[in-house]
Structure formats: structure tokens, C-alpha cells
Nanobody, 117 residues
């Protein structure tokens, strides 16, 4: 089982930046993809950004141009750089991975991001 530990969340003013990190317990090179999801109170958990083991990325429309996902295979870590943050970005952010396209996802415990107006 892959263990994922997120860090980097916090409170920031609108327009500010945060960088989230997700450290995996094993090589992320062997995984199919790594992703960041978020869940606001009373809402479903939605994809924010994902990166495959070949480096392909995709983003939710709401974060395109503001957020960047990247990975460091040597450190088994995935990052989410969040710029120009908005109050609507407030949520718990979860890191996730899966071994293949059809396998179940592993999840981290989540990190809270709060953007004040």
C-alpha cells in the first residue's frame, strides 16, 4: 500500500501563493499518475491537477494558468504550486495515486488551504 503525506497548506490572502507537497512511501515512477484533488465543505471531491508517469498534465478549468503540478521522481514527491489564489480555492487538498489506469486510488490525509478575501 502506498502511503501519501501532504504538507504545505495554510491560510493565505487572496492573490497569494502556496506550494503543496506530497511525499510518497515508494517510488512514484512506478505509478500510473499522481493527482491533486480538493473538497470544499458540502461539495464533492474534484480533480485539480494530475500528472502521469510520462509527464503529461491536465488541470481543472478553474485553475488553469494559476496552478502548476510537477513531480520529482528522485524524491518521490509531487508538488502543486498555487498562484493567484482565490477564496473559492478554499478546500481540503488531497494527494492521490494509482498503480494503473484501472486500479483503485490511494489517498493522503489531506491538507487544508484557506484563502481569505
Amino acid at each position: 500500500q502506498v502511503q501519501l503525506v501532504e504538507s504545505g497548506g495554510g491560510l493565505v490572502q487572496a492573490g497569494g501563493s502556496l506550494r503543496l507537497s506530497c511525499a510518497a512511501s515508494e517510488s512514484i515512477f512506478s505509478t500510473y499518475d499522481m493527482g491533486w484533488y480538493r473538497q470544499a465543505p458540502g461539495k464533492q471531491r474534484d480533480l485539480v491537477a494530475r500528472i502521469t508517469n510520462s509527464g503529461s498534465t491536465n488541470y481543472a478549468d478553474s485553475v488553469k494558468g494559476r496552478f502548476t503540478i510537477s513531480r520529482d521522481n528522485a524524491k518521490n514527491t509531487v508538488y502543486l504550486q498555487m498562484n493567484s489564489l482565490k477564496p473559492e480555492d478554499t478546500a481540503v487538498y488531497y494527494c492521490s495515486t494509482r498503480r494503473s489506469l484501472t486500479s483503485s486510488r490511494y489517498w493522503g490525509q489531506g491538507t487544508q488551504v484557506t484563502v481569505s478575501s
